[in-house]
C-alpha cells in the first residue's frame, strides 16, 4: 500500500510538471503569435516599412528547429538515418511551407485575432482528409462540434468593429482575400497533420526523427523558393537595415522551436485531451493579448461568435474525457496533434 507521504510527493511532482508544461506553451506561443503581427503589421524604421517577406520567416523557423531536432539526437544517440523514403518527408515539408507562409501572408490582410479564431475551424479539413487519407469513420457528434465551431468562427469573421485597418491595402481589411489565405491554411495545415499522422503509423518513428527530416526538407525548399523569387537578399538587406527586426525574427524562431519541446513534453506526460485544452486556452489568451496589445476593437457579435468557438472547443473536451479511455502514446496521437506547428 502506498503511504501517505509517497501519494502526496506524486501530486505535488504532478502539478509540478503541469505548471511547467502549461507555463511553456502559453509563454511560448503567446509570444510567437504576438511576435507573427508585429513583423508582418507593424512598420520598422524612420520610414515606416514593412516587412513582406514570409518566406523568409519560414526558412529561418525551420533553420532553427532542423538544427536543434539534429542536436537532440545526436544527444540521445539515436541515428540521423531517415525512416521512411525522404519523398514522403518531402511532401509532409511542402504542405507545411504552404501552410505556414498562408498564416504569415493572411496576416497582411485580417487581423490576429480573426487569424487565429479561424484557425479553430481546421476540425472539418482535418476530418476530410482523416476521411480521404485514412479511411477514418467519425461520428456525428464530431461533426456537431465542426458545425458549431465553424459557425461561431464565420460569426465573428463576418461582423468586425470599426475598421481594423491593413498596411497592405489603403483602406477597411480585404476579408475576402484574407479569408482565401486562411481557407489554404486550413485546407494544408489538415493534410500536413493527418499524412505526419499516417507516417507515424505506417513506421516506427521518432518524433524528433520526423521533425529533423521534415524541416531539413522544409529549409532547402524555402531557401530554393526564396532565390527564384529574388526575394532572399531583398529580406537579408531588409534586417541589415532594421536590425530590430533581426531580433523579432531571432525570437520569433527561438519560441517556436521551444514550444516543440513543451508540446512533446505535454502530450507525452498528461496525454492528448490535456494538451487539447491547454492550446484552447492558449487561442483565447492569444487573441486577448494581442486585443489589447494592438487595440484591435471587437464588436458584440464577434464576442458571441469568441463563446461559441471556445464553449464548443471546451465542451468537446471535457465530454470527451468522461467517455473516452486514456489517450495513446505520443506516437501514435490524434491527426489533430501536429508535432510541427507551435501555432495550432
Excluded at 513506421?203 to 527564384?228: A, P, R
Excluded at 496589445?293 to 471587437?298: A, G, K, S
Amino acid at each position: 500500500m502506498e503511504s501517505p507521504v509517497v501519494a502526496v510527493n506524486v501530486k505535488e511532482n504532478k502539478l509540478l510538471k503541469g505548471a511547467f508544461a502549461v507555463a511553456g506553451i502559453m509563454v511560448t506561443l503567446v509570444i510567437y503569435g504576438l511576435l507573427q503581427e508585429k513583423i508582418m503589421r507593424i512598420p520598422y524604421g524612420p520610414d515606416k516599412e514593412y516587412f513582406k517577406y514570409s518566406l523568409f520567416l519560414v526558412f529561418c523557423n525551420r533553420l532553427t528547429t532542423s538544427a536543434v531536432s539534429a542536436v537532440s539526437l545526436l544527444a540521445s544517440k539515436k541515428a540521423l538515418d531517415p525512416v521512411a523514403p525522404v519523398y514522403k518527408y518531402c511532401l509532409v515539408s511542402v504542405s507545411n511551407i504552404l501552410t505556414t507562409t498562408c498564416q504569415y501572408e493572411a496576416l497582411k490582410y485580417v487581423s490576429f485575432p480573426v487569424q487565429t479564431l479561424a484557425k479553430c475551424a481546421k476540425m472539418i479539413p482535418v476530418m476530410v482528409w482523416g476521411t480521404l487519407i485514412m479511411q477514418k469513420r467519425y461520428k456525428g457528434l464530431d461533426y456537431m462540434w465542426a458545425v458549431l465551431v465553424t459557425i461561431g468562427c464565420s460569426v465573428f469573421i463576418l461582423y468586425p468593429a470599426g475598421d481594423d485597418i491593413s498596411p497592405y491595402k489603403n483602406g477597411k481589411e480585404s476579408t475576402v482575400w484574407g479569408m482565401s489565405l486562411m481557407l489554404g491554411y486550413l485546407g494544408f495545415d489538415g493534410f500536413t497533420s493527418t499524412f505526419q499522422d499516417k507516417l507515424f503509423k505506417g513506421y516506427n518513428m521518432e518524433i524528433h526523427n520526423q521533425i529533423f527530416y521534415t524541416t531539413v526538407c522544409s529549409c532547402v525548399l524555402s531557401l530554393t523558393g526564396l532565390v527564384l523569387q529574388g526575394q532572399l537578399l531583398s529580406a537579408v538587406d531588409f534586417i541589415y537595415r532594421h536590425s530590430d527586426c533581426l531580433y523579432d525574427i531571432a525570437l520569433l524562431s527561438t519560441v517556436a522551436t521551444a514550444s516543440q519541446f513543451f508540446i512533446s513534453y505535454t502530450i507525452r506526460t498528461f496525454g492528448a485531451l490535456t494538451f487539447a485544452t491547454v492550446m484552447t486556452t492558449r487561442q483565447l489568451i492569444s487573441i486577448l493579448f494581442s486585443c489589447l496589445w494592438f487595440t484591435h476593437p471587437l464588436s458584440p457579435l464577434q464576442w458571441v461568435g469568441a463563446v461559441i468557438v471556445f464553449g464548443s472547443l471546451y465542451a468537446k473536451t471535457f465530454l470527451r474525457s468522461n467517455t473516452q479511455k486514456p489517450p495513446p502514446p505520443a506516437d501514435v496521437e490524434d491527426k489533430e496533434l501536429n508535432p510541427l506547428k507551435g501555432n495550432p
